[in-house]
T-cell receptor, first 114, second 114 residues
Framework: DAKTTQPTSMDCAEGRAANLPCNHS???????VYWYRQIHSQGPQYIIH???NNETNEMASLIITEDRKSSTLILPHATLRDTAVYYC???????????????FGKGMKLTVNP | DGGITQSPKYLFRKEGQNVTLSCEQN?????MYWYRQDPGQGLRLIYY???????QKGDIAEGYSVSREKKESFPLTVTSAQKNPTAFYLC?????????????FGDGTRLSIL
């Protein structure tokens, strides 16, 4: 079962920052937060992951609250190609709850509008 | 470019026929995975392998078989015992199976029954 809660959908204007929220109130101290996205008929694309600290890479930034019960994925300048279903995933450590697999929930549809 | 290549993109199977889906990676990753995605649903793990000549069943291994004779290759055979094989099949790989290592996906193979 997915351990995260995301809005069903969100719209964003092209060129603006897209802030995608995720709640994971039951997260354990050693579980990672992962973000993936999937464009229709393609494989999921890894975006970013983190444990406690905020993370940034060339695609996005991940802000994790101090209590780790929620996080926000930030796409700093959304483009039309960012339209996709975004998945927030909590991943347990190896040997605890099956970290081999990624458990994708329903995700959130982000639509970037011109 | 380094990446994961799945072939073919579309595959059709006749009743009672076995088919093999190809997955090749040139990322020098130790761990490889096979997932199945049905419309409107999340991914379900079929098999995974953390090292050459070793693999483990996932949540829905019945009706499927795999081999890992080479580090870069992890083919999946959908046997006639799989009664509902129509789905989108995704192959992934990661440096190791540690929860701190992201899984990277190929673009999938869509299997349909004739």
């Amino acid at each position: 079962d997915a351990k995260t809660t995301q809005p069903t959908s969100m719209d964003c204007a092209e060129g603006r920052a897209a802030n995608l929220p995720c709640n994971h109130s039951t997260i354990s101290g050693n579980e990672y937060v992962y973000w993936y996205r999937q464009i229709h008929s393609q494989g999921p694309q890894y975006i970013i992951h983190g444990l406690k600290n905020n993370e940034t890479n060339e695609m996005a930034s991940l802000i994790i609250t101090e209590d780790r019960k929620s996080s926000t994925l930030i796409l700093p300048h959304a483009t039309l190609r960012d339209t996709a279903v975004y998945y927030c995933i909590v991943r347990p450590p190896l040997g605890q709850g099956g970290s081999e697999k990624l458990v994708f929930g329903k995700g959130m549809k982000l639509t970037v509008n011109p | 470019d380094g990446g994961i290549t799945q072939s073919p993109k579309y595959l059709f199977r006749k009743e009672g026929q076995n088919v093999t889906l190809s997955c090749e990676q040139n990322l020098n990753h130790d761990a490889m995975y096979w997932y199945r995605q049905d419309p409107g649903q999340g991914l379900r793990l079929i098999y995974y392998s953390q090292i050459v000549n070793d693999f483990q069943k996932g949540d829905i291994a019945e009706g499927y078989s795999v081999s890992r004779e080479k580090k870069e290759s992890f083919p999946l055979t959908v046997t006639s015992a799989q009664k509902n094989p129509t789905a989108f099949y995704l192959c992934a790989s990661s440096i190791t199976r540690s929860s701190n290592q992201p899984q990277h996906f190929g673009d999938g193979t869509r299997l349909s029954i004739l």
